[in-house]
């Protein structure tokens, strides 16, 4: 049984950090694009950070560009995003997300229609 499952997610002040972790099991064969998402209430979800198995390419939106950190344990099947200077608009749900075929570095924006497999989302609120 595919599972996803994060942690790490709670509420910190404006410029604060956070580190959010996906364990993922269950994949016959490890999936190559694992990726983070978030949605905010409202809003449609979008994609944060993506990263391959196959050769480390990592993606990273805009508008968290220079803030995230996005990171790799394939040993502990275990995807890491670091928050870093915080912003009330960066409250959401953030999601882990898992494909087998998916590559983060394929042309294009990284859309959610294009994982199947999901975790049950971890929340994560800035307070200013």
């Known amino acids: 049984q595919v599972q996803l499952v994060e942690s790490g997610g709670g509420t910190v002040q404006a410029g604060g950090s956070l580190r959010l972790s996906c364990a993922v099991s269950?994949?016959?064969?490890?999936?190559?694009?694992v990726a983070w998402f978030r949605q905010a209430p409202g809003k449609e979800r979008e994609a944060v950070s993506c990263i391959n198995r196959s050769d480390g390419s990592i993606y990273y939106a805009d508008s968290v560009n220079g803030r995230v950190t996005i990171s790799r344990d394939n040993a502990k099947k275990t995807v890491h995003l670091l928050l870093d200077s915080l912003k009330p608009e960066d409250t959401a749900v953030y999601y882990c997300?898992?494909?087998?075929?998916?590559?983060?570095?394929?042309?294009?924006?990284?859309?959610?229609?294009?994982?199947?497999?999901w975790g049950q989302g971890t929340q994560v609120t800035v307070s200013s």
């Open positions: 269950g994949f016959t064969f490890d999936p190559n694009a």
């Open positions: 997300a898992a494909d087998g075929d998916y590559y983060c570095d394929a042309p294009g924006p990284v859309l959610a229609r294009d994982f199947t497999s």
